[in-house]
């Protein structure tokens, strides 16, 4: 693990109580993490991969963030009305206290929508703005109408299943996923009553640990 800090001033007081003295390693953080985080999941292995679009049609592969950003990912859809937006307005706090400092260009947020027939370009286009979320390091992504269920196979491989009702919404989990630089899944944020600042402290470790 370096010993470099990216974790932002402000916060410095908040994570120095959060993170237990005790945790030299990453391994150490996890054990300590995991007898108080019980909405966290830690895991070591790779990552799915993807390549979808963003907003502008310009293709995006979790590959292009590898040695170069710690991911925070999480699948949702626009027309969702209920833990959606409530896990996108979450993700949108963690990423205002991430994006104080300098781990703000070594973290990439991205939501990937599973419901690419309906979410065209305005609707991922203002689904950030009205969530709070930073363009700077967030993206919205989508597979394209032509390949409508192309996410939702995606999520399955993430371990999550999407199940379309009769109302034609989706039944689904609640999971942020964290990857590292090299483009391991890392841990699992289970639900919307996570801590934000474990979540924080977990991702600022990720960011001091390169090899």
């Known amino acids: 693990m370096r010993c470099g ?25 996890e054990a300590q993490l995991f007898k108080r985080e019980k909405y966290v999941e830690f895991v070591n292995r790779p990552a ?23 991911v925070v990912l999480w699948f949702i859809y626009a027309s969702c009305p209920d833990v959606c937006p409530l ?4 993700l949108a706090e963690v990423q205002k ?10 973290v990439q947020f991205v939501a990937i929508t599973t419901d690419p027939a309906r979410d065209e370009p305005e609707i991922l ?17 989508t597979s ?21 009702t009769e ?5 689904h989990g609640t999971v942020t996923h964290i990857i590292d630089f090299e483009g391991k899944l890392r841990a699992r944020f289970h639900g919307l009553k996570w801590d934000q600042i474990n979540m924080v402290v977990y ?3 990720l960011t001091n640990d390169r090899h």
């Open 5 to 29: 800090l990216t974790i932002p001033l402000v916060l410095l007081g908040i994570v120095a109580a959060a993170r237990p003295a005790a945790a030299h390693s990453l391994k150490d953080l």
């Open 48 to 70: 799915p991969e993807f390549e979808l679009r963003d907003v502008k049609g310009k293709t995006i592969r979790l590959a292009d963030f590898r040695g170069k950003k710690v």
């Open 87 to 90: 896990q996108s307005d979450l």
């Open 97 to 106: 206290k991430v994006n104080i400092g300098p781990m703000r260009d070594l």
């Open 125 to 141: 286009r203002a689904y950030g703005p009205a969530h709070g979320l930073d363009a700077h390091n967030w993206v919205f992504l």
């Open 144 to 164: 394209g109408a032509d390949k409508p269920d192309a996410t939702r196979e995606l999520a399955d491989r993430y371990g999550l299943k999407f199940t379309r």
């Open 167 to 171: 109302k034609d919404m989706f039944m």
């Open 203 to 205: 991702i600022n470790a």
